[in-house]
């Protein structure tokens, strides 16, 4: 079946580093692919997202690349603000399973220190 | 606003008991979901629906009910039968295509606690 694997947390890192978070998937068909973002006590808010190859998907400073060659959607970010602290998810949607539901990875908590 | 809407935000529930968790939607979107979330975890499908009056079990639904009588609702009923029910719930939405993979629409959450 479809799977996500992205990079263990925590990330800590001091404002105005650099950001990277891995995902890596499998896939039967060919899928979409998403960032969410869950802040505290709240639920998954889309962050970008990105629906063929080499497609970037781009929003409030964050950035990921669809490489279907390497099977990843590698999130990043330039500088990163206290704000921004939060757990990220990686997920995919492949309508080629008939199920359509989001098949999330494990999430990345990111800690930004002023 | 258009968005999800999920009561109440906190629940507790005591052993034994059944528990409902409502999902209202006014997005006219035709699929809907239920997830469940355990800390440092990632999303778990329960349940989903593609359509009115049809619904499908996902990777976790021994010990969960739900119903869909109506495109704008999908509550979901947490049973006794559920050994280990405290979590965080997420209800999402979504558009129904054959053709293209969509996003989902997420609510705030309910987070079921059993005491």
């Known amino acids: 079946g479809d799977s996500v694997t992205q990079m263990e947390g925590p990330v800590t890192l001091s404002e105005e580093a650099f950001l990277t978070i891995n995902c890596t998937y499998t896939?039967?068909?060919?899928?979409?692919l998403f960032w969410y973002v869950q802040y505290p006590g709240e639920g998954l808010q889309l962050l970008l997202k990105a629906t063929k190859a080499d497609d970037k998907g781009s929003n409030k400073g964050f950035e990921a690349t669809y490489r279907k060659e390497t099977t990843s959607f590698h999130l990043e970010k330039g500088s990163v603000q206290v704000s921004d602290s939060a757990v990220y998810f990686c997920a995919l949607s492949d309508s080629d399973t008939g199920r359509r539901a989001l098949t999330f990875g494990s999430g990345t908590r990111l800690q930004v220190q002023p | 606003d258009g968005g999800i809407t999920q009561s109440p935000k906190y629940l507790f529930r005591k052993e034994g008991q059944n528990v409902t968790l409502s999902c209202e939607q006014n997005l006219n979107h035709d699929a809907m979901y239920w997830y469940r979330q355990d800390p440092g975890q990632g999303l778990r499908l329960i349940y989903y629906?593609?359509?009115?009056?049809?619904?499908q079990k996902g990777d976790i639904a021994e010990g969960y009910s739900v119903s869909r009588e109506k495109k704008e609702s999908f509550p979901l009923t947490v049973t006794s039968a559920q050994k280990n029910p405290t979590a965080f719930y997420l209800c999402a939405s979504s558009i129904a295509s054959r053709r293209f993979n969509t996003e989902a629409f997420f609510g705030q959450g309910t987070r079921l606690t059993v005491v």
């Open positions: 629906s593609q359509i009115v009056n049809d619904f």
């Open positions: 896939a039967t068909g060919y899928p979409s």
